[in-house]
């Protein structure tokens, strides 16, 4: 099974600044990596696949990188409905398909 | 537009059963891959099970493996998840989830039914 691992947990940034948050595998997952959203009591919700492309609709403040073991998802202004809670997703080796535990951003 | 409604959720004590259903509009649930996924309550998300376009291929979770079983029904356009042997580990909100076409990911979500596990 490949583990992901977010980081940071928890990251407080102000409104109009950059986030970088990131998520590493155990293993390579090429560019088989998905990035969600979810806020509270709500669906989760696609923003990245194949590592760096923005689903349908996704603003292009959005962006994804990163290869093999090592992700970015950055969020270069932030807006005040971007403070959520962030997942990577590994759709490479599977089943089972594996979330990272997940980074909290918060406004500072 | 495409939907997709869970319902069946509830109480259930530690040993019981449940059948979660997921009922979509706007496409042909055969037509798709699906999967079921949870989320304890505070947690992280959790990849339940899988079932193919003509259920050929189901996979699940080595944590519900031999208790839970996916299905399609497709006169009823529905996905379904029979939950049996439940623990207290299971209680979550359970989320049935479209993978996009060609890619895996998920593209579309139910709004999830909350499955609570407890005597």
Known sequence: EIVMTQSPVTLSVSPGERATLSCRASQSVSSNLAWYQQKPGQAPRLLIYGASTRA?????????????TEFTLTISSLRSE?????YCQQYNNWPPITFGQGTRLEIK | EVQLVESGGGLVQPGGSLRLSCAVSGFTVTTYRMSWVRQAPGKGLEWVSYISYSSNTIDYADSVKGRFTISIDNAKNSLYLQMNSLRAEDTAVYYCARHSVNVLPFDYWGQGTLVTVSS
């Open chain 1, 56 to 68: 349908t609709g996704i603003p292009a403040r959005f962006s994804g990188s990163g290869s093999g």
């Open chain 1, 82 to 86: 971007d403070f959520a809670v962030y």
